[in-house]
């Protein structure tokens, strides 16, 4: 309880502090909140947000998960969001990550953390997809910070797709979107992007991986005859048809099957019987 009641404490001596040398203060801030800015972080207690940046309160508003995620899945963040850019109308939305991120190292490796394995997904797939690049780092310390950078990039895309920054850049709005990265050995803030104002400048911030990847999984290709893959041009796999090869692989299996369509389940939820599968009726 001692460590409980000197968060308590300190509260009491800064309201005095702050009353004493702004006796207006508290009436100011307690009618509406005017923050430009809107801050993207990670939960890791080391990572202080108002403290690093020298924001005082009214001016950072704040939304931190693990590993500093964005996902058009997570209401909570894009409730924030919305917030932010629609009501609040923030100049600027910054997504900060930091060199020695407990949640990427997690997602660097193969051991099982339980729930949050599944929160953790997005950024094992940017780990996946820049795979040729992170095999080239030989220091495991390096490559850890570039996995850290890349996940910056990956959730600042996120950010930019998301409907409420598409529709505001339409009509010609702000936000500016930035990637940051706070280096808990120094105390910096470095610059990874900044300025993001529209679509194009997204696409080309996905365009800077060194490995090449764009954002999102590498498309399927194409194989010529002789094994090797077909030209760039050629390497998306038009949606028709992806679809052609798999009705041939389903067609073959069937084939090798002698015929026999898979026993699937029933409209009730149970398996069809002898009778139904062998086209008879009840007795």
């Given at each position: 309880?001692?460590?409980?009641?000197?968060?308590?404490?300190?509260?009491?001596?800064?309201?005095?502090?702050?009353?004493?040398?702004?006796?207006?203060?508290?009436?100011?801030?307690?009618?509406?909140?005017?923050?430009?800015?809107?801050?993207?972080?990670?939960?890791?207690?080391?990572?202080?947000?108002?403290?690093?940046t020298?924001?005082?309160?009214?001016?950072?508003?704040?939304?931190?998960?693990?590993?500093?995620?964005?996902?058009?899945?997570?209401?909570?963040?894009?409730?924030?969001?919305?917030?932010?850019?629609?009501?609040?109308?923030?100049?600027?939305?910054?997504?900060?990550?930091?060199?020695?991120?407990g949640?990427?190292?997690?997602?660097?490796?193969?051991?099982?953390?339980?729930l949050?394995?599944?929160?953790?997904?997005?950024?094992?797939?940017?780990?996946?997809?820049?795979?040729?690049?992170?095999?080239?780092?030989?220091?495991?310390?390096?490559?850890f910070?570039?996995?850290?950078?890349?996940?910056?990039l990956?959730?600042l895309?996120?950010?930019?797709?998301?409907?409420?920054?598409?529709?505001?850049?339409?009509?010609g709005?702000?936000?500016?979107?930035?990637?940051?990265?706070?280096?808990?050995?120094?105390?910096?803030?470095?610059?990874?992007?900044?300025?993001?104002?529209?679509?194009?400048?997204?696409?080309?911030l996905?365009?800077?991986?060194?490995?090449?990847?764009?954002?999102g999984?590498?498309?399927?290709?194409?194989?010529?005859?002789?094994?090797?893959?077909?030209?760039?041009?050629?390497?998306?796999?038009a949606?028709?048809?992806?679809?052609?090869?798999?009705?041939?692989?389903?067609?073959?299996?069937?084939?090798?099957?002698?015929?026999r369509?898979?026993?699937?389940?029933?409209?009730?939820?149970?398996?069809?019987?002898?009778?139904?599968?062998?086209?008879?009726?009840?007795?």
């Amino acid at each position: 309880m001692d460590a409980f009641h000197r968060l308590i404490t300190y509260n009491r001596e800064w309201a005095a502090a702050r009353t004493a040398t702004d006796p207006d203060y508290f009436a100011r801030t307690v009618s509406r909140q005017t923050p430009e800015f809107l801050y993207i972080g990670c939960s890791d207690s080391r990572v202080p947000a108002e403290v690093a940046t020298g924001a005082g309160p009214g001016e950072l508003f704040v939304h931190r998960n693990i590993a500093n995620v964005v996902l058009p899945s997570d209401l909570s963040a894009m409730s924030v969001l919305q917030y932010a850019v629609e009501v609040l109308d923030v100049k600027h939305v910054i997504v900060t990550g930091h060199y020695g991120c407990g949640g990427v190292g997690a997602a660097m490796g193969t051991q099982s953390y339980g729930l949050v394995d599944h929160w953790l997904g997005p950024i094992r797939n940017v780990v996946r997809w820049n795979k040729p690049e992170l095999d080239a780092i030989a220091d495991a310390q390096a490559r850890f910070d570039r996995v850290v950078e890349l996940n910056v990039l990956e959730q600042l895309y996120h950010l930019s797709v998301t409907p409420v920054i598409q529709q505001a850049w339409e009509k010609g709005r702000r936000p500016l979107l930035h990637g940051l990265v706070y280096d808990m050995r120094d105390g910096v803030l470095r610059e990874l992007a900044t300025a993001i104002d529209s679509p194009a400048a997204a696409d080309e911030l996905a365009a800077r991986r060194l490995s090449g990847v764009p954002a999102g999984p590498p498309p399927m290709t194409r194989r010529a005859g002789d094994g090797t893959a077909a030209s760039p041009a050629a390497e998306s796999l038009a949606s028709d048809e992806l679809v052609d090869r798999i009705a041939a692989r389903v067609v073959e299996r069937l084939a090798a099957d002698g015929g026999r369509p898979p026993l699937v389940a029933g409209a009730s939820g149970r398996r069809p019987s002898p009778a139904a599968r062998s086209g008879g009726g009840a007795e």
